[in-house]
């Protein structure tokens, strides 16, 4: 019987795979290495492609940020002049510009010939939401741009000074009417909003943050500081990416100036209700607030109870000296970065949404495990059964909005300040809708349910500059730091809409 030919060839290919298998095996490989060869080599130019359209939008990105940049530092240099009047501005630059008939408009709106508040306000603030295409006729090479916002900051700080020394000139001639109405009046040897500090110094009783690089005494300069000392000429070429940063803190700094352009505002509204005044702050805050995120102000389970849930009353939001505002973010002081007069707290580990009370049982709510220890890496049972971990969170914004704001919620946040000595500081602290801080394991603030009602129509119901103040500020208290490191531990509750956090520090 003969064998079938499938057998036959096994019985002749068994010897032969024994005999070779080495051989076998190194093709074998060879074959899965040239076939991973062929693969890499058709992958490589797609991810070399890819990489460059990345760093490609990469780049068109800065350079549009730089443009935009530079059409904010417009706009600002645009404001000041309207805030000032016309002839004030015409005859600080020499030309005679008409920076815009803001008068004529004030004007307008005391004879009744604008639309309602209401219907204003909701056109202007669509307006500033507007995308800004006149940014794309600002110059397109870098050095351009540069130079663009080296001018515009010489041209923002002269407008600065001026509205310094004419706010000086109306406190001097208010003088005489007040001494005569009162017959006590003091002197006052210094206008409202002083000029800005010599570089470098600090104020006493506040040393720099750690951790936020800037020019300090004593430090190297950085590649582009020299810049606009000699006329704003680099001695050498300058790459994309200084001259982007260089613009990012020219356009900071006109920001800060147009912030106390707001504040010399608000003084002269607090005396005249009308005129230029108003207006001109109306405007400035559109600009400096566009970007603040507010949380939705929808209420699910709130409206059409008939509640008068918030406390009523008046009351005062602690006002910011009438000095140059030198904003920061970070939870330390020391020496070895930059000066700063409000320090925003924004980095925390947070906790939530727990359970929380309905109503007027919100300013007395639960307790829950976070209140009696800290263990950062624990898990919780929180609101409608969701497993909750801590997390952390370095707020780019101002104020802390905790992630999943619900209604009836309760959060908690926990984070180490650092010292470089003992030292004390005043906390201004704001809470929406109420807030209670720890420091180093003692309570130092208890919201509770005080002119609330007033604060939140002050703070959401008005036009007004507290979040580019970083002062969303219900109170503030006195605190001795220790020097190293000290605890600070908040719970917020929140009953219906918007919530937020807000510790601010300060030079006693």
């Known amino acids: 019987m003969r064998a079938h030919p499938s057998a036959q060839w096994s019985a002749h290919l068994g010897p032969h795979l024994r005999r070779y298998r080495y051989w076998y095996v190194s093709a074998a490989a060879h074959a899965v290495l040239l076939a991973f060869a062929v693969h890499l080599g058709a992958w490589q130019p797609a991810a070399r492609a890819q990489a460059r359209e990345i760093a490609a939008g990469a780049a068109m990105s800065s350079h549009a ?71 794309t006729t600002a110059p397109e090479r870098p050095e351009e741009l540069l130079a663009r916002a080296e001018a515009l900051a010489d041209d923002i700080d002269a407008l600065a000074a001026q509205a310094r020394e004419a706010a000086a000139e109306k406190l001097l001639a208010r003088l005489p009417q007040e001494h005569d109405a009162d017959g006590a009046a003091q002197p ?58 260089r613009v990012a803190r020219l356009a900071a700094q ?52 008939g509640i008068e849930l918030f406390g009523t009353g008046s009351g ?40 929380g009370r309905h109503g007027l049982q919100l300013f007395d709510n639960f307790s829950h495990p976070p209140e009696q220890a800290v263990v950062l890496d624990a898990a919780y049972r929180g609101k409608e059964g969701r497993v909750l971990k801590w997390r952390y969170v370095n707020s780019p914004g101002y104020p802390l909005v905790p992630p999943d704001p619900v209604e009836n919620g309760v959060y908690y946040g926990y984070t180490e300040l650092m010292f470089d000595e003992d030292r004390e500081m005043v906390v ?35 036009r007004n500059s507290y979040a580019e103040q970083y002062n969303l500020t219900e109170g503030k208290v006195r605190v001795r730091f220790r020097k190293g490191r000290n605890k600070a531990f908040f719970k917020v509750a929140n009953g219906p809409s918007r919530m937020y956090f807000s510790m601010v520090l300060t030079p006693p």
């Open 65 to 135: 940020q730089m443009r935009q940049r530079v059409a904010d530092m417009e706009r600002i240099k645009e404001l000041m002049e309207q805030s000032m009047g016309r002839d004030e501005a015409a005859r600080g630059d020499g030309t005679g510009k008409d920076p815009g008939n803001l008068a004529s408009d004030v004007a307008d709106r005391q004879a009744g010939n604008e639309p309602s508040n209401e219907a204003n306000s909701e056109a202007n603030s669509e307006d500033e939401r507007a995308p800004r295409f006149d940014a």
């Open 316 to 355: 005062r939001i602690p006002a910011l000296d009438g000095g140059p505002l030198a904003r920061a973010s970070g939870r330390g002081i020391g020496t070895g970065g930059i000066y700063t007069n409000r320090l925003y707290v924004n980095s925390w580990y947070l906790i939530g949404p727990f359970e």
């Open 428 to 462: 201004w602290i704001g809470g929406d809708d109420d807030a209670r801080l720890w420091i180093n394991d003692r309570l130092v603030w208890k919201g509770g349910n005080r002119n609330k009602a007033w604060f939140w129509n002050e703070i959401y119901g008005t």
């Open 188 to 245: 006052q040897t210094t206008p409202p909003d002083g000029p800005a500090p010599p570089a470098g110094a600090a104020p006493q009783g506040m040393q720099p943050a750690p951790g936020l690089a800037a020019l300090q005494p004593g430090m190297k300069p950085p590649a582009d500081a020299a810049q606009g000392a000699a006329g704003g000429q680099a001695a050498g070429p300058m790459d994309e990416a200084a001259a982007t940063a």
């Open 254 to 305: 006109a920001r800060d100036r147009l912030a106390q352009r707001q504040r010399q505002l608000q003084q002269e509204v607090q005396r005249d209700q009308h005129g230029v005044a108003v207006e001109a702050s109306r405007q400035i805050s559109r600009f400096l607030n566009r970007d603040v995120a507010q949380v939705a102000d929808k209420s699910g389970r709130y409206g059409g109870t």
